[in-house]
């Protein structure tokens, strides 16, 4: 019975930031990776950010390191996606997924669950 709930998606215009949120419950996540992944209109679900639950070790996409930070709050059980220095190539549905292991994975297959999507549009 995990569950991902995400939240902050929103209209933003390029430049600007944003704060994602991914709300996890069901168990618990000390041996988890937590990801974030993104889903364009006619394109892949791609990799954006990981985190590891216990250590906060985190990994980026090229196309967002320096501009992205993925953290958690393990009081809240809460993982952030923080995104500085919006571009319009940035528009997509953002997924909070999880995976059982600490071992970082960047393709979408290795996650077992997966939030609702919270929509992101920049406008140029």
């Known amino acids: 019975q995990v569950q991902l709930v995400e939240s902050g998606g929103g209209l933003v215009q390029a430049g600007g930031s944003l704060r994602l949120s991914c709300a996890a419950s069901g168990r618990t996540f000390s041996g988890y990776t937590m990801g974030w992944f993104r889903q364009a209109p006619g394109k892949e679900r791609e990799f954006v950010a990981a985190?590891?639950?216990?250590?906060?070790?985190?990994y980026y996409a090229d196309s967002v390191k320096g501009r992205f930070t993925i953290s958690r709050d393990n009081a809240k059980n809460t993982v952030y996606l923080r995104m500085n220095s919006l571009k319009p190539e940035d528009t997509a549905v953002y997924y909070c997924?999880?995976?059982?292991?600490?071992?970082?994975?960047?393709?979408?297959?290795?996650?077992?669950?997966w939030g609702q999507g919270t929509q992101v549009t920049v406008s140029s």
């Open positions: 997924a999880a995976r059982g292991t600490l071992v970082i994975d960047t393709t979408p297959r290795g996650y077992d669950y």
């Open positions: 985190i590891s639950w216990r250590s906060g070790y985190t």
